[in-house]
């Protein structure tokens, strides 16, 4: 792995060398006699990136040194051993229905643990694996936009899209992981009210009280919540003055209520 030496060192073996610092005798050790220095075992970069140790010679005889304590420095060299993750996945995320195309979703973010500063094993690019051609992922940013104009709730609420990070710049050989963002989209008030049929017949006995319920009618709205809340109106001069509607807040139905007697 490296080797030490000291010009004292004529090769008779009157020079011993110690090791001292970070991991000496656990994890490094030295050759006594050469000045080689060895890891014991395998080193992980994400785990420890490097090790201060010091080296010294010393007299074989009497354990004198022979010169000042040395200093040095190992530092662990990355490879790409990590992938992606996602540590805030799955994501929720919810856009309007009926959105123009590029509308921002969510974004999604993945670390690598390897070392961004050496080569590409840390430089991640987003890609979608399940979920076109209605959202893409910007491949640098992750930031997922929708992709079509004109979705429509009512036709389909629910998306599940998959998002995969890719080191090495997304390139052959790169390591990768996924997440998974679910995606609702939320209602606007796109659909009117509309009724079953156009004409409605009721039977009123002469009998009716003024003020008594007389019929119902109801029209369905393809929304929902606020949006599909219905107000219902009898329009002037269609029997205003002898009947009157009210809109039953729980199922949506319109009662009609006679106003005098007929």
Do not use: C
Request: hydrophobic share 35%; net charge negative; glycine share 8%.
């Amino acid at each position: 792995m490296s080797d030490l030496h000291t010009d004292l060192d004529k090769g008779e073996s009157a020079v011993k060398y110690t090791l001292s610092g970070d991991g000496a005798g656990s994890i490094f050790t030295i050759d006594a006699t050469t000045g080689d220095i060895h890891a014991l075992r395998s080193l992980d970069r994400e785990v420890k990136p490097y090790y201060t140790l010091r080296a010294q010679a010393v007299d074989i005889n009497t354990d004198w040194p022979l010169e000042p304590e040395s200093e040095f420095v190992i530092k662990v060299q990355d490879i790409n051993d990590n992938e992606p993750k996602f540590l805030d996945g799955p994501y929720t995320a919810s856009v309007p229905e009926m959105s123009p195309v590029g509308t921002y979703v969510t974004q999604v973010t993945a670390t690598d643990a390897d070392d961004p500063t050496y080569g590409n094993s840390a430089r991640v690019v987003y890609s979608i694996l399940h979920g076109q051609p209605y959202f893409s992922v910007d491949p640098k940013t992750g930031i997922i936009r929708t992709a079509l104009p004109n979705m429509d709730r009512e036709v389909k609420e629910q998306y599940q899209v998959l998002i995969q990070a890719k080191d090495m710049g997304g390139q052959l050989g790169g390591l990768a992981g996924t997440t998974t963002v679910n995606i609702t989209l939320s209602d606007v008030n796109d659909n009117p009210p509309r009724f079953s049929k156009s004409f409605f017949h009721l039977r009123v006995p002469e009998s009716s009280a003024v003020g008594s319920a007389v019929g119902r009618i109801k029209a369905h709205d393809l929304d929902i919540g606020k949006n599909a809340e219905v107000e219902y109106n009898i329009v002037p001069g269609d029997g205003g003055n002898i009947f009157d509607i009210v809109t039953n807040e729980h199922n949506q139905e319109g009662i009609l209520i006679l106003r005098k007697v007929v």
